[in-house]
């Protein structure tokens, strides 16, 4: 029998180990021809230069997708010290040079700075949008767009080994929005010098990493849906951070048909104990997730109905 050509109903996460030279669109479409999925979507891009954690919604997981790009990513990251690039990574041209090479008691000093609630302007060459208009669309043209600094936060940040005089390897765990590009080139700078990054590697997203993650390569041999199955992560796997709240079949029914859930009885307390006004969460039937509700005034409304 042919291939559906619409796609199968295949619903989860595949935890990507991207590949070096990819787009994080290209990759979604690789694991998407693979699986014979209908639909696809990924938690977060990653740079084509860059390796490393690109998870891959399929199915009813891509309306779960905004909380794995919300959730916490952790990189490591190299720097070449003393030439900056106008990408602010190896693929781009050489824009600045610098004799200044920082030794590392220099370098751990001036971690601190970078630690916590910081301010950060983007590089030229990014997906923003600016007047309509994509950042890097601008800087390929020559316009030199003024990127406006944004507020980030990096909850880590540690040199790893100064490779040699030119190169040092870091770590860094931190939010949604950071770019590690900036983050290289505000390091230099710091120091007395300029630097671009030439290796990144994303280990975390949210509670996707390397441990559960497969290549490409890896998921091309279990092609068949059966065989790649044993890859496929639950489609709940993306909300661990947000509660569960168990419900009846009746109760799933409604949720399904977009209606509210009245929660008013002494009964439901437990069920409500760790919900608050406005809280979303996760409504679970049998062990299966039904919908991302909404608590507010006793009782629950359907704000996505995941179909499975």
């Known amino acids: 029998m042919g291939r559906n050509r619409k796609g199968n109903p295949v619903h989860g996460w595949i935890v990507l180990d991207k590949p070096e030279g990819m787009t994080s669109t290209s990759a979604v479409g690789a694991v998407k021809r693979l699986l014979n999925a209908a639909k696809a979507g990924h938690g977060g891009t990653l740079d084509p230069f860059a390796t490393g954690i690109l998870p891959i919604a399929l199915g009813e997981a891509t309306k779960t997708v905004s909380w794995a790009m919300d959730g916490v990513k952790q990189y490591r990251f190299t720097v070449r010290w003393g030439v900056a690039t106008d990408t602010e990574d190896r ?55 003024e990127m406006p600094a944004r507020m980030v936060v990096i909850d880590e940040l540690r040199l790893v080994e100064m490779v040699d005089a030119d190169h040092a390897i870091f770590e860094a765990v931190c939010g949604k929005g950071t770019y590690i590009r900036s983050l290289a080139r505000d390091i230099a700078v710091a120091l007395g010098t300029v630097g671009h990054l030439v290796a990144l590697r994303r280990t975390r997203v949210g509670p996707f990493d390397e441990g559960n993650a497969i290549s490409l390569d890896e998921l091309a041999e279990n092609m068949h849906v059966a065989a790649a199955c044993k890859y496929l992560l639950p489609v709940e796997t993306a909300l661990d951070d947000i509660p569960a709240l168990a419900v009846t079949e009746s109760e799933a029914g409604r949720l399904r048909n977009g209606q509210e859930v009245s929660l008013l009885r002494k009964a439901d307390l437990d069920r409500i104990a760790d919900l608050e006004g406005g809280d979303t969460a996760i409504a679970m039937a049998d062990g299966k997730p039904v919908a991302l509700v909404r608590y507010a005034a006793g009782e629950i409304r359907p704000v996505r109905v995941l179909n499975l």
């Open 91 to 145: 693929d781009g041209q050489v824009i600045a040079e610098s004799e200044v090479r920082p030794d590392r008691p220099s370098a751990e000093a001036i971690l601190e700075r970078f630690t916590g609630e910081i301010e950060q302007i983007p590089p030229a060459f990014s997906a923003i949008k600016l007047d309509g208009k994509r950042a890097y669309d601008l800087a390929r043209k020559g316009e030199a767009p």
